[in-house]
């Protein structure tokens, strides 16, 4: 693999040498300030942001796994939280001289961030130029591509392709006398099942296992869960024009699904997100899990994180409602601030990380959920991968389907807090949620603008 | 006479203003660099919160745009989350303020005996307060969990609970509550503690000769002397208090519903989630003001206090 690495690495430096020297040649001003990819005697350095959950192991694990590729160009990576990142982005790529070359950017972002105009174009002018023949953009999942797309330009790779499944724990089914779940499941089975599931599993007369566990806090993600249950019962969250579609029967319907979860969650889960509900599956206490895609290795595999074994754990898309299974994607984009004086460094950087060959070191060696239908269509090195890659393919089939992602537009953000808001208060019972849904309808025009 | 007498007057005055003026000029030596690094470090990011607070906030320059005059104020005041923010901010002062003072100068009071270990168990005290507010909001997060937490494992001893913490919106106040009581309690018994022996022995004594006893000298000798430390210690812990955000931030997120969010969660998620920096800046300014005239009128309480005879 790493010689195949290396050969595409040979041939993006050729490729990229030559779009160098043409530019240079018609004196394209733009190509010349940039520091290209370095060499021994005067490396380039890159600087790239990243969200505080990966920075480290891209820092330590993907780095010099590139570096092998490229040993020119030094790439610092910044850990960033995730509360601030926005804020900070902004500030960074609208700035004339950006510190950062590479932004590792939530999807969500994206419009917002592209339409300050300060990201570059990925698909044409210098960028094009300095794109390898061999780097295949049409083997992407549209749904995953398309992330880090904003009015028909193309300003992000997809790195990271999270998506929101199901995960479940075959112990607990069977003790409470039930088939494991099959992607066929319906909501209406589910519902049914989930009473079985709040069970005394060692017959002290103490309940100490529960059906379900998900985000319920007050905070962005929890939407999301309602929105896939929306999405598989073929409603919207939002219309073409990025006007609210969810104050209807469907809404209230999948927000009441949402809250319902709650009858068969621990005690305290009204107060668990992320974390919470990763540590009561992965400590055997909940029988399914709605939790991201790319949470598997640690709680399946890896001793050190989980209770549970492999055989025990299955993943797969949340229900299937009236038009199909449920997801929601979350995407984390490469994207290169246009001001940045390292373009083509930055690109030969990003480029290398969503390649054909990028992606299958990631995906086999890191467990990150990969975006390329190559990757997850090949035979993963490790067998525990083959049910993550399946999930994986079964869920960018859905979320394409039902279009099971965030709102796409430049106050995105301002919209979710509306959203996250008025969720946050149906679930703890504050309001009934159809006023709720009203609430964040009427409030959403005015957080758009 | 009557002109030596108007001669030595008139030297008196002179010499009265020049020391007047040399004193107004020593003081404001010293006061001078602490004023100029003030101004500084609070004026300038003041006012540029307030010019953003009267603009619209231009997301591509990422700098105050056009003047739009009060809308932003007329927006934040029409806006309920505000309100419903002010009022959390308020129900959490109510039962925290009070609590911390009480138990801070009651502890001080009952360790001001002498006795074995007062040192040490002076020095644990100061442990909550070096740790990091967004820690021992994961701490207590922990602990307080109905799942895995020592806290209703402990009360189930005593036959109370299981309680859920943070799943219910009062509990969920009283819990940002007992947290932030953790971490400041220890503060006022220092406080507490140096006034306590700051005050005059012989005036116990005294009393302890006459036969009151420790109840009676408490309120009627301790309490009294302490009034004007009590206001002022309260004066301080309001500013530290009303600036409340980071514990609810690690520890509820301002949840479940709306129960924890305080008004600085609030103005925080309308500026860096929505980034809407100038509704929050109007917010802010509307904060600082509304604070501004309450601490006025706790300091003018607490000098009442001080000069009563």
């Known amino acids: ?13 050729v490729v990229s040498g030559l779009a160098v020297m043409a530019a240079a040649a018609l004196g394209a001003g733009a190509s010349a300030q940039d520091a290209g990819l370095g060499t021994a005697e005067h490396p380039v350095e890159i600087r790239v942001s990243a969200n505080e959950s990966f920075a480290n192991q891209m820092q330590t694990l993907v780095v010099p796994e590139f570096n092998k590729v490229y040993p020119n160009i030094k790439v610092t990576v910044d850990s960033v939280p995730f509360v601030e990142y926005l804020a900070k982005a902004m500030l960074d790529i609208t700035s004339p001289s950006p510190l950062y070359d590479v932004a590792i950017v939530d999807e969500k972002w994206v419009p917002q961030l592209a339409s300050t105009g300060g990201l570059a ?32 330009v193309q300003y992000g790779v997809p790195l990271r392709s999270n998506l929101l499944l199901m995960f479940y724990n075959k112990t607990l089914f069977e003790k409470a006398g039930l088939p494991a779940p099959t992607p066929e499941l319906t909501w209406t089975e589910y519902l049914e099942q989930l009473p079985k599931l709040v069970q005394d599993t060692n017959g002290d007369g103490q309940v100490d296992a529960w059906g379900i566990d998900t985000y319920f806090i007050r905070e962005p993600n929890t939407p ?9 019962n073929g409603g919207r969250f939002f219309d073409e024009n990025a006007q609210p579609a969810f104050n209807n029967e469907a809404g209230i319907s999948a927000l009441e699904t949402h809250k319902k979860l709650l009858d068969y969650a621990p005690p305290g889960a009204l107060s668990h997100g992320f974390t919470e509900s990763l540590q009561a599956f992965r400590q055997g206490q909940v029988a399914t899990l709605f939790n991201w895609v790319s949470v598997y290795k640690g709680t399946a595999i890896d001793a050190a994180t989980t209770t549970l074994k492999p055989e025990e754990v299955g993943v797969q898309a949340l229900p299937v409602g009236s038009v199909s299974g449920g997801t929601y ?93 008025e969720t946050a208060r149906a679930l703890a019972n504050e309001i009934p949620v159809a006023e709720a849904l009203q609430i964040a309808a009427d409030r959403i025009p005015e957080a758009l603008q | ?120 168990i002076r020095g644990l005290f100061i442990i909550p307060m070096v740790v990091a507010p967004v820690v021992a909001g994961g701490i207590w997060r922990m602990m307080l969990d109905p799942l895995w937490g020592i806290a209703n494992y402990f ?54 000769i006459d036969g009151a006893n420790w109840w009676q000298m408490l309120c009627y000798i301790a309490l009294p002397l302490l009034a004007p430390i009590i206001a002022a210690t309260f004066v301080v812990r309001w ?51 509304g604070t501004t005239i309450l601490t006025g009128i706790f300091l003018w309480g607490s000098r009442r206090l001080e000069n009563e005879p």
């Open chain 1, 329 to 421: 994607r979350g995407v984390w984009n490469g994207t290169v601030p246009a001001n940045s004086q390292n373009k083509q460094a930055a690109w030969a950087f990003l480029q290398w990380l969503s390649s054909k060959e990028g992606e299958q070191f990631y995906a086999n060696e890191l467990g990150i959920a990969p975006a390329r239908q190559s990757t997850l269509n090949s035979t993963p090195k490790y067998d525990w991968l083959v049910p993550v890659f399946t999930a994986m393919r079964q869920g960018f089939e859905v979320a394409a389907q039902g279009e099971m992602w965030t709102l796409r537009h430049p106050r995105s953000d301002a919209a979710l807090q509306v959203i996250t808001d």
């Open chain 1, 1 to 13: 693999m790493t010689r195949k690495i290396q050969k595409i690495g040979r041939r993006t430096v």
């Open chain 2, 155 to 208: 009360l189930g001893f005593f036959g109370i609970g299981p309680f859920d913490w943070f799943g219910d919106p009062n509990l969920a106040m009283a819990s940002v509550v007992i947290i932030d009581t953790w971490r400041w309690t220890p503060f006022i018994v220092l406080i507490a503690s140096a006034a306590l022996l700051s005050l005059p022995r012989d005036v116990f004594e005294a009393a302890e």
């Open chain 1, 121 to 152: 174009d990925l698909k044409s002018g210098d960028i094009a130029a300095w794109t390898d023949v061999g780097y295949d953009w049409d083997d992407f999942y549209q749904a995953a591509l398309s992330s880090g797309e904003w009015s028909g």
């Open chain 2, 1 to 120: 006479m009557t002109t030596e007498t108007t001669t030595y007057r008139e030297r008196r005055v002179r010499s009265l203003a020049f020391a007047r003026i040399g004193d107004f000029a020593s003081r404001w030596t010293f006061m001078l660099p602490a004023a100029i690094i003030m101004i500084a470090m609070l004026a300038y990011p003041i006012s540029y919160m307030t010019q953003i607070s009267f603009s619209r906030f231009d997301l591509m320059t990422f700098s105050p745009g056009e003047w739009v005059g009060w809308d932003n104020y007329a927006k934040v005041l029409a806006d309920y989350r505000f309100w419903s923010s002010l009022r959390v901010t308020a129900v959490y002062l109510v039962f925290a303020l009070p609590l911390q003072i009480i138990l801070g100068f009651g502890i001080a009071y009952l360790i001001h005996a002498e006795w074995r270990g007062r040192g040490l």
């Open chain 1, 224 to 232: 999301a869960i309602w929105q896939a249950i929306l999405s598989g």
């Open chain 2, 239 to 289: 500013l530290g208090a009303v600036k409340m955000f980071d514990i609810v931030l690690s520890a509820t997120l301002g949840g479940p519903g709306a129960a924890t969010k305080v008004i600085n969660l609030f103005i925080y998620e309308e500026a860096f989630r929505s980034l809407r920096f100038a509704e929050s800046s109007a917010m802010a300014v509307l904060v600082l003001v």
